[in-house]
């Protein structure tokens, strides 16, 4: 099986959403955790330019989550905030929403599955379903892929120093 170190990103052709796979060196545990602990995510979510604040987590059906990124070394004070509740929160699998403050009324539903590949190798499967095809293009035309491929490398680098 070939390991796709970096993220592939398509667009659905019929409906306005993205759907993101990449493998890692490590357990589907590991990626649930990278993505519920708070503390972890702020780690390696996002480009290598941006720093992470979580503003609050609850990583539980039912739950909410908020956080602000700013861009390292920037004293300007411009910082970028994303907020959204968690629908499903159980082992393998992760649904909530996601919404940019930038654009309040854009709000997308994603969902995070991890598969065991075995030997230590996990797959994450993520969807975002966008509010409209606008919103979606408008998405992967900023760059997104950066902070992806970016965020997931530091994620795979936590596994393999430990701290995941």
Known sequence: MTKNVEAAIEADPKLPIIRITR???ATPEQLFRAHTDPDLFVLWNGPDSVENKIDYWDARTGGSWRYVSSRIGDTSGEEFAFHGSFHEVRP???VQTFT???MPDGVSLETLRFEDLGDGRARLHA????DSFEGRDAWLQSGMEVGVNDGYARLEQLVKDGKI
């Open 92 to 94: 393998g699998l992760i």
């Open 127 to 130: 969807q975002s379903l966008c």
């Open 100 to 102: 940019w403050e930038g």
């Open 23 to 25: 493998d890692f060196d």
